[in-house]
C-alpha cells in the first residue's frame, strides 16, 4: 500500500491558505474598526492599535486613520494616493466573477493584499463622510465635510455634485465615470444622495450661521448648497448689515450654479417645429443641394454629361412658435424649500424664451403673485417665507384668473398636496380646470436628489384624471415642459 505523498504537494497549499487568512483577517480589522467608530464614538485600543500596523504594513500613511484630517488633506501630502480613490467603490462589472473567486480562494487569483489596502482607503471616505459627530459646526468643519462628500462621489464614479444636487452621473451610465461595464448604480444614488443631503442639513443646522456670516474669512469659506439655503432663506429675517450681504452672496452663487444647469436642460430642445407655412428664405445657406438634385434629374443631359437645373429648393428654418402662458403654483410650507430653488429657477429660464409668458404663484396659508420677479429667481427667493401650512384653494383663487387662452396655458403646480380639510375643494377645481383644455401638471416635491412625497388621495385622483403625478426628479419636469412649448 502506497503512502500519500506530503511535502511538496501539500505545504505551498497549506503556506498559501494561511497567507488568505491572514490577508482576510487584516481586512477584517479596518472594517471592525470602522463600524466601531460609527456606532460608538469611543476608541477601541486592541482595533486601533491593529489598524495602525495594518495601514502601515500596506505602506499607506497613518493619517489615514484620523478622522480629522480630511481625504483632500491626504491626496496634497501623497498626490500618487488620488487615482487610487478615484472610482474605488465602483463594483466590479460582473458580481459573479467574485463569487468564483470566493469559491477559487485557493487558485491564487486575488491579489488580497490590494483587497486590504482598498479596504483601508474606503473606510477612510465612510468614516469622515457617515460619521459627523455632535455639537456645533464651524464654517471649516462644514467645508470638510462638503470636501469628503465629494471624494466618496469620485469613490463611487459619479460626476462631481452627482449625489449631493442629483445629477446622477454613474459609471456604467452615460456621462458616467470609467469601467463602462460597471452596473448600473441609477437606482443606489438617489438613496446615497438622500443620505448626504440629511447629514449636510444636520451640519448646516448646528452651525453659529450668523456669527459665521459676520465674518468674512468664515463666510468665504462656506460652499453654497441646498441645506445653507434654506437655513439662509429661514433666517433671513434676523440678518443685517455684513452677514446679509455675505448671505445674499451665497445664494446668488448657488442659485447661478443650478441654473447654469437648468438652462443647459432647457435650450437642448427648446426651439419650436418648423413652420411650413413660411416660404424659405432664398439663401444660399439655406440651399438643400440633395433634394435640388433629385427634383432635376430629369434635366440630365448623358451626352454633355450636364444637369440642368429649372429650379432651385431651399430648407424651412422658421420654427413655429405659438404663445404660450405657463403658470407654475409652487407650495412654500416648511417641507418644500427644495421646490421652492429649484422652481423660481426653472422659471426664470422659461421666462427668457421667446413667446412664452411665466407666472409664478407660492402659497402656505396665503398666496403671493412673484410674476413681477420672475426674471430674477434670487428676488423671488428673498421674497418668500417659508413654512406654515396649505391653502390650496386659496393658491387657485390667485391662478384662475391668469387662464385666458386654456389651450394655450399650462399649470403647473408641485407640492406634496397634504392639504387635509381642503382636499376635496381644490381637487375639484384642478379638475375644473383641467376639462376647460388646460395642460395640469402635477408634480411631486421637487427635489434635487429626485425625492418625492405625495399624498396617496391626490395622486389616485390625478392618475384616475388622466394626469400622473410626475416623478419628483426636476429633469422630469423640465421634458414635460419642453413637450408643452415645442
Same mark, same amino acid.
Given at each position: 500500500?502506497?503512502?500519500?505523498?506530503?511535502?511538496?504537494?501539500?505545504?505551498?497549499?497549506?503556506?498559501?491558505?494561511?497567507?488568505?487568512?491572514?490577508?482576510?483577517?487584516?481586512?477584517?480589522?479596518?472594517?471592525?474598526?470602522?463600524?466601531?467608530?460609527?456606532?460608538?464614538?469611543?476608541?477601541?485600543?486592541?482595533?486601533?492599535?491593529?489598524?495602525?500596523?495594518?495601514?502601515?504594513?500596506?505602506?499607506?500613511?497613518?493619517?489615514?486613520?484620523?478622522?480629522?484630517?480630511?481625504?483632500?488633506?491626504?491626496?496634497?501630502?501623497?498626490?500618487?494616493?488620488?487615482?487610487?480613490?478615484?472610482?474605488?467603490?465602483?463594483?466590479?462589472?460582473?458580481?459573479?466573477?467574485?463569487?468564483?473567486?470566493?469559491?477559487?480562494?485557493?487558485?491564487?487569483?486575488?491579489?488580497?493584499?490590494?483587497?486590504? &489596502?482598498?479596504?483601508?482607503?474606503?473606510?477612510?471616505?465612510?468614516?469622515?463622510?457617515?460619521?459627523?459627530?455632535?455639537?456645533?459646526?464651524?464654517?471649516?468643519?462644514?467645508?470638510?465635510?462638503?470636501?469628503?462628500?465629494?471624494?466618496?462621489?469620485?469613490?463611487?464614479?459619479?460626476?462631481?455634485?452627482?449625489?449631493?444636487?442629483?445629477?446622477?452621473?454613474?459609471?456604467?451610465?452615460?456621462?458616467?465615470?470609467?469601467?463602462?461595464?460597471?452596473?448600473?448604480?441609477?437606482? =443606489?444614488?438617489?438613496?446615497?444622495?438622500?443620505?448626504?443631503?440629511?447629514?449636510?442639513?444636520?451640519?448646516?443646522?448646528?452651525?453659529?450661521?450668523?456669527?459665521?456670516?459676520?465674518?468674512?474669512?468664515?463666510?468665504?469659506?462656506?460652499?453654497?448648497?441646498?441645506?445653507?439655503?434654506?437655513?439662509?432663506?429661514?433666517?433671513?429675517?434676523?440678518?443685517?448689515?455684513?452677514?446679509?450681504?455675505?448671505?445674499?452672496?451665497?445664494?446668488?452663487?448657488?442659485?447661478?450654479?443650478?441654473?447654469?444647469?437648468?438652462?443647459?436642460?432647457?435650450?437642448?430642445?427648446?426651439?419650436?417645429?418648423?413652420?411650413?407655412?413660411?416660404?424659405?428664405?432664398?439663401?444660399?445657406?439655406?440651399?438643400?443641394?440633395?433634394?435640388?438634385?433629385?427634383?432635376?434629374?430629369?434635366?440630365?443631359?448623358?451626352?454633355?454629361?450636364?444637369?440642368?437645373?429649372?429650379?432651385?429648393?431651399?430648407?424651412?428654418?422658421?420654427?413655429?412658435?405659438?404663445?404660450?402662458?405657463?403658470?407654475?403654483?409652487?407650495?412654500?410650507?416648511?417641507?418644500?424649500?427644495?421646490?421652492?430653488?429649484?422652481?423660481?429657477?426653472?422659471?426664470?429660464?422659461?421666462?427668457?424664451?421667446?413667446?412664452?409668458?411665466?407666472?409664478?404663484?407660492?402659497?402656505?396659508?396665503?398666496?403671493?403673485? =412673484?410674476?413681477?420677479?420672475?426674471?430674477?429667481?434670487?428676488?423671488?427667493?428673498?421674497?418668500?417665507?417659508?413654512?406654515?401650512?396649505?391653502?390650496?384653494?386659496?393658491?387657485?383663487?390667485?391662478?384662475?384668473?391668469?387662464?385666458?387662452?386654456?389651450?394655450?396655458?399650462?399649470?403647473?403646480?408641485?407640492?406634496?398636496?397634504?392639504?387635509?380639510?381642503?382636499?376635496?375643494?381644490?381637487?375639484?377645481?384642478?379638475?375644473?380646470?383641467?376639462?376647460?383644455?388646460?395642460?395640469?401638471?402635477?408634480?411631486?416635491?421637487?427635489?434635487?436628489?429626485?425625492?418625492?412625497?405625495?399624498?396617496?388621495?391626490?395622486?389616485?385622483?390625478?392618475?384616475?384624471?388622466?394626469?400622473?403625478?410626475?416623478?419628483?426628479?426636476?429633469?422630469?419636469?423640465? &421634458?414635460?415642459?419642453?413637450?408643452?412649448?415645442?
Amino acid at each position: 500500500m502506497t503512502e500519500p505523498t506530503t511535502g511538496p504537494t501539500t505545504e505551498p497549499v497549506t503556506e498559501h491558505l494561511a497567507e488568505v487568512d491572514f490577508q482576510e483577517n487584516r481586512r477584517q480589522v479596518l472594517y471592525w474598526r470602522l463600524l466601531a467608530r460609527l456606532f460608538d464614538h469611543e476608541e477601541q485600543a486592541a482595533l486601533e492599535s491593529s489598524s495602525v500596523a495594518v495601514v502601515t504594513d500596506v505602506g499607506l500613511p497613518r493619517e489615514l486613520l484620523d478622522q480629522r484630517t480630511s481625504v483632500d488633506s491626504i491626496v496634497q501630502r501623497h498626490p500618487e494616493l488620488a487615482a487610487e480613490f478615484d472610482d474605488l467603490m465602483v463594483p466590479a462589472a460582473d458580481p459573479e466573477d467574485e463569487a468564483d473567486d470566493e469559491d477559487e480562494a485557493d487558485d491564487g487569483g486575488r491579489d488580497r493584499a490590494a483587497e486590504v &489596502r482598498r479596504a483601508a482607503l474606503v473606510s477612510k471616505i465612510l468614516l469622515n463622510v457617515f460619521s459627523t459627530g455632535s455639537g456645533s459646526v464651524s464654517a471649516e468643519r462644514l467645508s470638510r465635510w462638503q470636501s469628503d462628500a465629494g471624494w466618496l462621489e469620485r469613490a463611487l464614479g459619479c460626476r462631481p455634485g452627482g449625489l449631493t444636487s442629483g445629477r446622477h452621473g454613474v459609471a456604467g451610465m452615460p456621462g458616467g465615470g470609467s469601467g463602462s461595464a460597471a452596473p448600473d448604480l441609477s437606482n =443606489l444614488a438617489p438613496a446615497i444622495g438622500s443620505e448626504l443631503g440629511d447629514l449636510e442639513a444636520d451640519l448646516v443646522s448646528r452651525m453659529r450661521l450668523r456669527e459665521v456670516l459676520a465674518d468674512p474669512h468664515l463666510a468665504a469659506r462656506l460652499t453654497p448648497s441646498m441645506s445653507l439655503v434654506e437655513q439662509l432663506l429661514r433666517d433671513k429675517g434676523n440678518l443685517s448689515g455684513l452677514a446679509l450681504a455675505n448671505a445674499k452672496a451665497l445664494i446668488r452663487r448657488y442659485i447661478d450654479e443650478v441654473a447654469e444647469v437648468l438652462r443647459t436642460e432647457v435650450e437642448k430642445s427648446s426651439a419650436g417645429a418648423l413652420d411650413r407655412s413660411v416660404p424659405p428664405k432664398r439663401v444660399f445657406r439655406n440651399l438643400d443641394l440633395d433634394r435640388t438634385v433629385w427634383k432635376n434629374l430629369t434635366n440630365w443631359s448623358p451626352e454633355e454629361e450636364r444637369l440642368y437645373v429649372d429650379r432651385l429648393y431651399y430648407r424651412h428654418t422658421a420654427r413655429r412658435t405659438t404663445p404660450q402662458r405657463l403658470i407654475v403654483v409652487v407650495d412654500q410650507s416648511g417641507s418644500m424649500t427644495d421646490s421652492m430653488v429649484n422652481c423660481t429657477i426653472l422659471a426664470s429660464i422659461f421666462a427668457g424664451l421667446p413667446k412664452v409668458d411665466v407666472h409664478l404663484i407660492a402659497y402656505d396659508t396665503r398666496a403671493v403673485d =412673484l410674476t413681477p420677479w420672475v426674471s430674477d429667481p434670487f428676488e423671488m427667493l428673498l421674497r418668500t417665507n417659508l413654512g406654515g401650512g396649505n391653502d390650496g384653494p386659496v393658491a387657485m383663487a390667485m391662478a384662475r384668473p391668469k387662464i385666458a387662452e386654456p389651450r394655450g396655458t399650462c399649470l403647473v403646480w408641485i407640492s406634496d398636496f397634504y392639504e387635509f380639510d381642503r382636499s376635496q375643494p381644490l381637487f375639484d377645481a384642478i379638475r375644473e380646470v383641467y376639462r376647460s383644455g388646460v395642460k395640469f401638471i402635477p408634480v411631486g416635491s421637487v427635489t434635487s436628489s429626485g425625492r418625492q412625497e405625495v399624498n396617496p388621495w391626490f395622486r389616485e385622483r390625478f392618475k384616475d384624471l388622466g394626469t400622473p403625478v410626475v416623478s419628483g426628479h426636476i429633469s422630469k419636469l423640465v &421634458r414635460e415642459l419642453k413637450t408643452f412649448l415645442a
